[in-house]
C-alpha cells in the first residue's frame, strides 16, 4: 500500500494495528494504553545491589533466550557496554534469538555483526545503525528486519508497549552501590543520560553498569535506584576520547559558512525571530556554524534565545555562558564542554528522550520550537529527507531527532551542500524517506535555497527580506548537471530494515540491496 | 596511441580518480572500483572507455579507482595517463582534437 | 560543452581568488562564493611533477563548468620554465577570459606571452585577440618597468603585485601599516593609471589575523586599487564591503548620468549637477559607480 510520501508498504507489515504513513499529525487526539513493566521487589533492605560479573547481573535478572535488551548511547563511539553485555549473554550464557533494542548502534559495535551473522541476534531496534552492523542487516542477514525509530519515536513504542524490554542496561559514569546513575563525575563521563531515562522507568530489569563507584547518594540521580536491580563494575565503559570529543569546533570550510550565513539570514526573516526564541541545531558542519552567524543578527536586533534544545555542545553552552540564551535543555552532550556544563552552569538542565521529542505524550519540547536547522544525506524535490542509507543504498545512519524537531518546529530548516562528490544531494527520489517532506519547510544549500511551497507564509518572509530563493526542482537539475543523472538502485524483494514514522505508521522500508555488477 | 609503458594520474582524494594504464595485448581491459558504484558505474566505465577510443588506444590494460570523480575529472586522469606511458603529456597536447 | 562570452577587458574586478587547478574538488564551482574573477594557479600551487595533469584537469573544466559571469583567469608558469608555452596552448584552447602572466619584469615579457597567446589562438581557431592578459610583479625590476608593462599590449587589462616573492627580494616582511610595499604599491598604482589599466593587490596569507586583513583591504582601497587577490573565500565579503560605493555616491552618479544624456541629446557639454560643474569626464567615473553599486547589490535601476 502506497503511503503519505508515496513509498510501497508491503501489506503483511500492516498487521496488529500497524498503518502506513498519512501525513503529520495523524494522531493527535486519539488514545495510546500505557504498558506497564512486570518488576520484581526488593522489600528486605539491601545493603548493596553489586554483582560480581555481568553474567551475573544477566542471571541475577533471569535472562534467557528470546529477550529483548535495551541500551542507550551516550557513550557514542566510545561505548563498550553493548559489545560487552552481549559476549556475556551468548558467549557466557549461551543465550540465543536475542533483540538489541538501542537508542542508537555505531562503529563502536561492529562486533555485533558476528552475532547477527551467527543468528544469535535476531532483532534489532535502534534510531542509527552503521558500520559493519549496518553492512550485515542490509545483506538480509539479520532474522527479522530492523526497525528503526526516531528518538521521540522510541519512547512512544516503549511506553505504548510495543516494545517490551525485558533488561535493560544503564551504562553509568558513575553509581551508587544500590544503582542511583549520573552521567558527571567518573572517568568516563557523558554528561545527560536523557535516552536512558525511559529505558529505565519500561524495563522489566535494569542492570547499571559503571566504570566509577561513587559513595551513596549519588545525587540528582539520572536513572534512580528505585528501578534498578544489580549493579555491575567493571573496568571501563568505554573510551572518554571517543565518547565526547575535545571541542566542537565551528567549521572553518568556506562551504559550510557560507551556507551557515544563510542559513541565519532566513531565520531572522522570519516572524518567529524575536525576543525569547527557541532554537535546535546538529552539530554538522554549517548547522552548528549557524550559531555564529545567528549570534550577530541576535545581536543586531538586540534580542535573545530564550531556550535551546538537542544534543548540545560548546558554542551552545558558550552562548548560555554569555547569557545569550535563557536555558538549555539537554537530552545528550556531543563535546566535554557540554559534558562539563550539564548540571554544572546555572541553567543547563538534563531532560529524558520523552521529554525531548516523544509525539505521544503531552508536551515534548520539539513542539514548542521555533527553529530546527538539521543535515541531510540526501533531500528530493517532494523535500523528503533521507539521513540512513547511503547513495548504495546500505544502511549507515540514524534519523535520530530528525523527524521529530522537523515536525515539531514552527521551520525546520535543512542544510546541505549541493552534491558530494558525485553524489546529488538534492535529488528526485531519496533512497529511503526517514523525514517525511510535510514536515520540512526550508532547504539551504551551497548553490541556492528554496521553500516549501506549502509554506506561502515562509516565501513571503524570503521575499520580503530580498532573499534570492529558487524551486526545488532548479537545485535538482542542478545537481544532475553536475553529476550526471544516476542510475536507479537494484533492490530484492527482502525487507531488512522497516523505518517507522514517529508516530509508529509505517514511513518506509529498507529493502536488500541486489548486488551490482556492470553488465 | 599505443600505451608504451605503465603510467598513472590522479590522486586518492576525494572527488577525484585515479587512472593506471599498462600495455596490454590487443584489447581493452578494464578495472573499475568507485565509492559510487550503485549509481555511476555504467556512465564511469562509459566515460573512460569514450576517452581512450578517442585517444585511439585498443590495447591497454586500465585500472580506475574512483572516488566520486566527475567527469570532466575522469577524462582529465585517462588522458594525463595515457600521455604519460608514451612520455608525450607535456608538450603539444591535442587539444580540442583528440583531447576534448 | 559550455560556450563563454567574449571577455571584458574593462569589468568589475574587486576579487580574484586562487584556486588550485589541479584539485578537482576545488574548481569546479569556485564561483559559488561571487568572487569577480577566479584564478586558477598553474604555477605555485602545482607541484612540479603534476604541471601536465594539472593541464589535462583545466582544459575539462575550462570546457565543461558553466562560470557564468564569473571571470576565470589563468595564471601560468613563469617565462624561466620550460611549461609556459603549453600552459598558453592550453589557456587559449580551453577558452579562459585572461592569463596572468607570472615574475613579469619588462615589456618583451608580455610581448613574448602575446605572440605566443596569438600563436595558440590562430592554432585553435579562437578570435585573434579574445585572450586577455594581466601581469604579476614580483620584483623590484617588475615595479620599476611597470608602465612599460602596462602599456605594453592592448590586450593588458591590469596589473598586480606579489607580495611574497618581491619582499624576498626587498629583505622585508609584511607590516601592519603597509611601509613594507608602500613605494611598490604606489609606483605600480602610479604606472596602471597613466597607461590606463587596473591595478590589484597580493594576497594577505594570515588567515587567523582577520583585523591584519581588514586594515590593508582598507589600506588598498584608500590607495585606489581597483581589487585584491584572495586565497579564501572567507576573504570575498569583507573586500566586496570596502570596495562597495555609498548610498551617496550612487545618488549623485545617477544624477550625473541622467543629466549627462538629457543634456548631451540637447547639444550641451558642461552643465551642473547640485552646483558642481560636470562634463563629459566624469562620466566613466558615474558609470564605474553604478556597475559597482549594481553588483553590490545596491543599484537595479537601467543607466549602466
Known sequence: ??????????????????????????????????????????????????????????????????????????????????????????????????????????????????????????????????????????????????????????????????????????????????????????????????????????????????????????????????????????????????????????????????????????????????????????????????????????????????????????????????????????????????????????????MSASQYANPANKGAFVNKLDFVVLAALEIDTGFNVNVLTGSDGVLRGAPGGHPDTAAGSKCCIIVTPLIRGRMATVCEHVVTVTTPGDCVDVLVTDYGIAVNPLRQDLIECLDNAGIHHVPIETLKEKAYSLVGRPDDLQWEDKVVAVLEARDGTILDVVRKIHPYTLD | ????????????????????????????????????????????????????????????????????????????????AVFRSMDASDKNIPWGGAVR | MIPRPRPERFRLRRTMMFMNAQKPGLIKDAYIYGCDSIMLDLEDAVAENQKDAARFSLYHALKTIDYGDTEVIVRINGLDTPHWQEDIRVCVAGGADGIRIAKCESAQDVRTVEAAVEAAEKEFGVEVGRTLLMAALESPKGILNAYEICSASERMFGVAISGGDFRKCMQTTPQRDGIDMLAARGQMLLAARAAGIQCFDTVFTNLDDNEGFEAEVLQNKAMGFDGKSLINPKQIRFVHQVFAPTAKEIVQAERILRAYREQSAAGVGVFTVDGKMIDIAFIPGAERTLRLARACGMYEGDLV
Open chain 1, 1 to 350: 500500500m502506497k503511503n503519505y510520501v508515496g513509498r510501497e508498504i508491503p501489506d503483511y507489515l500492516l498487521v496488529n494495528g500497524k498503518e502506513v504513513y498519512q501525513g503529520k499529525n495523524y494522531m493527535d487526539g486519539k488514545y495510546l494504553q500505557k504498558a506497564s513493566p512486570k518488576t520484581r521487589r526488593y522489600e528486605k533492605p539491601q545493603e548493596s545491589k553489586i554483582v560480581a560479573s555481568l553474567a551475573d547481573a544477566l542471571r541475577h535478572c533471569g535472562a534467557k533466550s528470546g529477550m529483548t535488551f535495551s541500551f542507550h548511547h551516550h557513550l557514542r563511539d566510545g561505548d563498550f557496554v553493548v559489545n560487552m553485555v552481549m559476549k556475556a549473554a551468548i558467549e557466557e550464557l549461551g543465550l540465543e534469538d536475542l533483540t538489541i533494542a538501542a537508542t542508537s548502534l555505531g562503529a563502536a559495535h561492529d562486533p555485533i555483526a558476528d552475532y547477527i551473522e551467527q543468528g544469535k541476534v535476531v532483532g534489532i531496534q535502534t534510531s542509527g545503525i552503521r558500520g559493519r552492523m549496518g553492512e550485515v542487516v542490509s545483506a538480509g542477514k539479520l532474522k527479522t528486519p530492523a526497525i528503526i525509530r526516531s528518538h521521540g519515536g522510541r519512547p512512544r513504542a516503549i511506553e505504548g508497549g510495543e516494545v517490551h524490554i525485558d533488561i535493560a542496561f544503564v551504562a553509568a559514569p558513575t553509581s551508587d552501590c544500590v544503582g542511583n546513575c549520573r552521567g558527571i563525575g567518573g572517568k568516563s563521563n557523558c554528561g545527560s543520560m536523557g535516552y536512558a531515562m525511559t529505558d529505565a522507568k519500561y524495563a522489566d530489569h535494569v542492570v547499571v553498569v559503571t566504570d566509577c563507584l561513587v559513595d551513596f547518594p549519588n545525587m540528582p540521580a539520572s536513572v534512580e535506584a528505585i528501578d534498578v536491580d544489580a549493579v555491575v563494575v567493571v573496568d571501563s565503559i568505554g573510551n572518554p576520547k571517543k565518547i565526547a570529543s575535545a571541542a566542537a569546533r565551528i567549521s572553518q570550510n568556506p562551504r559550510d559558512l557560507m551556507m551557515a550565513e544563510n542559513v541565519a539570514k532566513v531565520i531572522a526573516a522570519t516572524p518567529y525571530f524575536k525576543d525569547g526564541f527557541s532554537f535546535q541545531t546538529g552539530v554538522g558542519g554549517p548547522s552548528l556554524a549557524a550559531n555564529l552567524f545567528l549570534e550577530q543578527y541576535m545581536d543586531e536586533r538586540g534580542i535573545k534565545m530564550g531556550w535551546a534544545i538537542g544534543g548540545i555542545c560548546g558554542p551552545m553552552v558558550e552562548l548560555l555562558k554569555k547569557g545569550k540564551v535563557g536555558k538549555v535543555i539537554d537530552v545528550q552532550d556531543f563535546d566535554l564542554d557540554a559534558v562539563n556544563s550539564i548540571h554544572q552552569t546555572p541553567n543547563h538542565f538534563e
Open chain 2, 1 to 80: 596511441m599505443e600505451i608504451l609503458k605503465p603510467a598513472a594520474a590522479g590522486t586518492l582524494e576525494s572527488s577525484d580518480a585515479q587512472v593506471t594504464v599498462e600495455p596490454g595485448d590487443g584489447k581493452i581491459e578494464l578495472s573499475l572500483s568507485s565509492s559510487v558504484m550503485n549509481q555511476y558505474g555504467r556512465q564511469i566505465r562509459d566515460t573512460v572507455l569514450e576517452t581512450l577510443d578517442r585517444l585511439g588506444v585498443t590495447s591497454a590494460k586500465v585500472s580506475v579507482v574512483d572516488k566520486g570523480a566527475l567527469d570532466c575529472t575522469l577524462k582529465a586522469r585517462v588522458e594525463c
